[in-house]
């Protein structure tokens, strides 16, 4: 079913070509959608499409910043408010909250889009297309990095690169849940059968992700049990694959290259200090961020 806004004429072919390529993002993703499916979708022929947006390219750009653009205003804004209220003492659960609130009010709002909103923010941010993924980082970087900073702020123990990392984990497993999970049925879940309002859903939503922003760097002990079951899933993918074969299945080795890596990428953070590390390991979406902080 396309999605449909208010006070729009049921002629108004560019909306209905729009709000097609909309639904069908929502439900395929961006290469699995055909211009052929959304002219059909819309009513519409492919003639219509090429004087409107001259190109699907075009078309997928037009039908995500109508929608986002808006949204990263009122994120901006918000955190701006933030800012301006608490300085120094900004936490991660503001900033949190500067990207949820803003959200989860345009969901309720039919006019841009309603309750399929927060599916089609949650395909955005999880389409394998490097074709939306360049448009995100190219078209909001500066929104970006604005809240990058503000977590690297609120969260000062961390440095860039494993916030980089933090942050692109905890955004992307929210975003998958968002792209393919009924809103009120998740809501329904968050709330258990009682009455939630929008403090306590953006509560519920951002306390798994609060947890794992804040998080202690791993110590050395950690490290030690993480390589020891490394070393033993590798000894038995050896013994499978490559049995007679000569390989080093020992833990210490294991555990010493471990180790050795880890402090590479962070020696002397110990001090608070928020400091980088191999930026060409840093998640997509996030390296340009962290190229232009460091």
């Known amino acids: 079913m396309a999605v449909r806004t208010t006070g729009r004429h049921a002629g108004d072919t560019k909306s209905r070509i729009l709000d097609a390529a909309e639904t069908l993002f929502i439900e395929c993703g961006y290469e699995a959608m055909s211009l052929r499916q959304i002219t059909s979708r819309a009513e519409v022929n492919l003639a219509a ?34 800012d301006a209220m608490l300085g120094a003492r900004l936490t991660c659960e503001h900033v949190l909250g500067a990207m949820f609130i803003p959200a989860l009010r345009l969901s309720r709002d039919p006019r841009v889009g309603g309750k399929a909103f927060l599916r089609l923010l949650g395909r955005a941010y999880t389409d394998p297309s490097a074709f939306i993924r360049d448009f995100l980082n190219a078209h909001y970087e500066s929104v970006a990095m604005r809240f990058f900073d503000a977590f690297q702020r609120a969260l000062p123990h961390l440095p860039r690169e494993e916030l980089g990392w933090r942050l692109h984990f ?46 202690p760097l791993p110590d050395g002990t950690q ?16 013994e499978g694959t490559l049995a007679g074969a000569p390989h080093d299945t020992s833990e210490a080795t294991s ?31 996030y390296r340009h961020v962290l190229q232009r902080s460091a």
């Open 49 to 82: 499409v090429n004087y409107h947006f001259g190109s699907k390219e075009s078309l997928i750009h037009s039908m995500l910043s109508r929608r986002l653009d808006q949204l990263n205003q009122e994120r901006l804004k918000l955190l701006d408010r933030f």
């Open 170 to 215: 905890a955004i992307g497993a929210l975003s998958g849940v968002l792209a393919g999970t009924d809103t009120d049925s998740l809501i329904a879940e968050f709330s258990q059968g009682k009455s939630m309002n929008d403090l306590q859903l953006i509560a519920r939503l951002a306390s798994l992700m609060v947890a794992a922003l804040k998080a």
């Open 223 to 238: 490290l030690a049990a993480f390589a020891a079951v490394l070393g033993d899933a590798s000894d038995c993918a050896a």
């Open 255 to 285: 555990c010493a290259m471990t180790c050795d890596t880890w402090g590479a990428t962070h020696r002397g953070t110990s001090d608070g200090e928020s400091r980088g590390g191999n930026l060409e390991a840093a998640p997509v979406s």
